[in-house]
């Protein structure tokens, strides 16, 4: 995979839209751009309007499939549907086509919300209902606004800056309290500890911020976790 400074990768709409560096062509070029920013808005708006109470499975799109996460994963999708709730996820592989694939095979709404990457990244191979997008946050507006809830499986950066946007999200009342359930207590545990003596113990967060979001390594528990406080807060 090519990293980020390489030279001769192919640009995203996003680096394109948020460049610095472009010359005053963009005087005459955003008023165009914004125009496509609605239409994705519209277009997503359009699509996954009738998806019905929904829960989002975060994860990282490098877990193989022989992994125990990508088969917790899809037992969550597969639980998912069987609770009456569609799944959606990025769309991509690794966590992202296990959650979908559960969801399919289990007579669920498996919906792919995929993003424009400077490499290849198809949607996987069990999606209902998908939708791909140029820009990061219109996808980011899309997760939170049809999702009632969040399960969210190890991952990398893209997995975190999900998970954190949530956390803030609820933390400031921009969105109802809905729950946030992290899968995999060998991978989170470190990250909440030190959210308690760091973050806490500086007072950057107050104790009921460490309880937007609940452990386990149970996928049958992270389901019921996420469905049952999903119904709760909705109410």
Known sequence: MSGPFSPGLQTTAD??????LSDTSWVHSDPFRAMRIQSEFVDGFGILAEVGPA??????????????????????????????????????????EA???????AGGASV???IELPFEQEMNDYISMGVNFRYFFVRKVMFIKYSMGFVVMPGGFGTFDEVFEALTLVQT???????IVLFGSRFWSGLLDWMGEAMLGDAYIEARDL???????????????????????DK
Do not use: C, W
């Open 211 to 233: 309880k937007l979001v609940h452990l386990t390594d149970d996928p049958d528990e992270a389901v019921e976790l996420v469905t049952t406080l999903a119904v709760s807060s």
């Open 173 to 179: 009342s921009k969105v109802r309290s809905f729950p």
């Open 99 to 105: 959650a979908n694939k559960g969801a399919a095979l």
């Open 15 to 20: 680096e394109r839209f948020l460049s610095s």
């Open 55 to 96: 829960i989002g499975v975060f994860g990282s799109a490098r877990t193989p499939r022989e992994d125990p996460r990508y088969q917790a994963a899809e037992k969550i999708g597969a639980g998912l549907a069987k609770a009456g709730f569609a799944t959606i996820t990025g769309g991509g592989p690794g966590i992202m």
């Open 112 to 114: 792919g919300l995929g």
